[in-house]
């Protein structure tokens, strides 16, 4: 299988690196298949991805690490 590899001007087209992460995952099976638009639609920000992949390390049985973060940034 080979992935097209496609240049996008995010901030003015809309594709940005969540959704691109999106199209990506859906096309290795990882999340269900996607289209560009409905990737953009859905996972313009990375939160809804995040909760995404959590629900899916779950369901896979999958460790998750996390760690605090620094207090500058809260």
Known sequence: MFIVRKLYDYAFFGQ???SFTVCFL???GVLNETT???AI???FYPRA???SMLEYAAE???NVRT??????RT
């Open 16 to 18: 940005r690196c969540t």
């Open 26 to 28: 859906s096309q290795t």
């Open 36 to 38: 560009e638009s409905e």
């Open 41 to 43: 639609r859905a996972f």
């Open 49 to 51: 991805l995040h909760f």
């Open 60 to 62: 896979n049985q999958l």
């Open 67 to 72: 760690k605090i973060g620094v207090a500058c």
